[in-house]
């Protein structure tokens, strides 16, 4: 299974960090892990990633998509118990899939 790497624990700042908070991080940490200024002795891998992460945060379209992207990743799926019709003992618990109804409340 492939998750999606945590942009904001790669850049060390909060999810409610503003533009300027991601900026701050990502020049701090770009100083302190490029080659010219530490000798080449962080790994190149996370110097990319890094980047990476600041390309994703710093667009508020992306950043957004990122978030519900990231927020969708931990919901879980619904289940519900039914009855066995062959009467046997205790619940069986089925997952199916859920169908969302239209309406005025939606």
Avoid at 10 to 16: D, F, G, I, K, Y
Avoid at 36 to 42: A, K, P
Avoid at 47 to 57: G, T
């Amino acid at each position: 299974m492939t998750s999606t790497p945590d942009y904001y624990d790669t850049l060390r700042v909060q999810p409610e960090a503003s533009q300027q908070e991601i900026s701050r991080a990502y020049r701090a940490l770009m100083r302190s892990h490029h080659p010219d200024i530490d000798g080449g002795t962080s790994p190149e891998g996370e110097l990319l990633q890094i980047m990476q992460a600041y390309d994703v945060l710093r667009d508020p379209e992306r950043r957004a998509a990122y978030d519900k992207q990231r927020a969708s990743a931990g919901q879980s799926i619904p289940v519900r118990k039914v009855r066995s019709p062959r009467g046997s003992p205790g619940p069986v618990i089925r997952a199916t899939p859920v169908r969302w109804e239209s309406g005025p409340w939606a």
